[in-house]
């Protein structure tokens, strides 16, 4: 009886030290169990990825660590993380043309492109790290209040701007039609930051303007690439084809870009049918894609024309003007242009967000870059303040008189 009671005594013992060994366990496992597992409000945990490189690790530890330890973590819902991470993913391209659009973004961004939002009237982006005015759209409250193309925009409502993104710069400038925004910025030709005060409105993004001027030159004022730019740049060349000279000043200054259709269609009226007008390189394996001109024909025999370029002429104005300037078809006059020469495509991520991402570069006829480089103008016109003050456009002047 005793030995039965001893082995008893073992039996029990041995199960007590099994079952804490266990609880044990699932206590050691539970807490040192992968960090994705941990997280279970969370869908699509486990999404193939392209790379069998990619450790997630660290990212499910930080989301842990700051769902245990940060004191607002339940202010910010698992979606918004999600949203801020994704956004992170984007930025650590280093390429500030590629932006990830959470629900609010992506609405901004269709409206602004849709021809009508409200706010100040400036394209803006960044030069290395530092928020830039690529250029003002025409009569619009940045315009009437002297912001310039190459303006560095240091503050926005006091707000510094250092290691800002484009999407915020965007969010903060951007507001209620009437409510004012106050923006510190430093001119190229200054030493002293100076503080503009500009109201909100609703903005109509303008396209094309032209004229026969005193001195009889056809100018063209074109304002962006838009959709409808094609049609409205052939309803112009159809005037100046019934004028009664050939000279002609294409003006794309401040010109911020667009569609590279467009930029086709409208070189294809100065540059022979089946010649290059741009070059779309993807890089890798991928095949260049090559735009070649229609060949319009305007009619006019021996063309005499100028193109007006300055800091604000970005992307499809580049194409446009870089390809004329290659075939010796114009004279660029002005200053040197932006210097953005890449393709975004607007990516449908979920039913209110979307990927703007850079998927390839543009290259002129010669095949060179205009990420980063820009065109140099044939003739250089610097723009003083003095001339601005006095409203004297120089550049105009100049192309004026190397066409008379």
Known sequence: MEKIKTNF????ASLVIIVVIFFAGVSFGYNNRPAVDKVIAVTNKEAEISTEEADFAPFWEVWNEIEEKYPDAKNISNQDKIWGATKGLVESLGDPHSNFFDPKETKSFEESINGEFSGIGIEIGQKDGVLVVIAPLENTPADKAGLRSGDLILKINSVSTADMTLDEAIELIR???GTEVKLTVLSLDSEESREVSVVRQIIEIPTLSYKMNDDGIFVISLYNFSSNATDLFDQAMYEFSK?????????VRGNPGGYLDGAVDISSWFIPKGQVVAIESYGGDVEDVVYRSHGYNIGKGALNMVILVDEGSASASEIFAGALQEYGKATL?????YGKG???????????TSLKLTIAKWLTPNGVSLTGNGLDPDISVPVTKEDLEAKKDTQMQKAIE???
């Open 342 to 352: 890449s393709v975004q495509q607007l990516i449908p991520i979920t039913d209110t």
């Open 9 to 12: 005594k073992y039996v029990f």
């Open 243 to 251: 004028s009664n000279t050939n000279k002609l000043i294409v003006d």
């Open 333 to 337: 006059i002005g200053n040197k242009t």
């Open 402 to 404: 190397f066409l008379k």
């Open 175 to 177: 507001g209620d039609i």
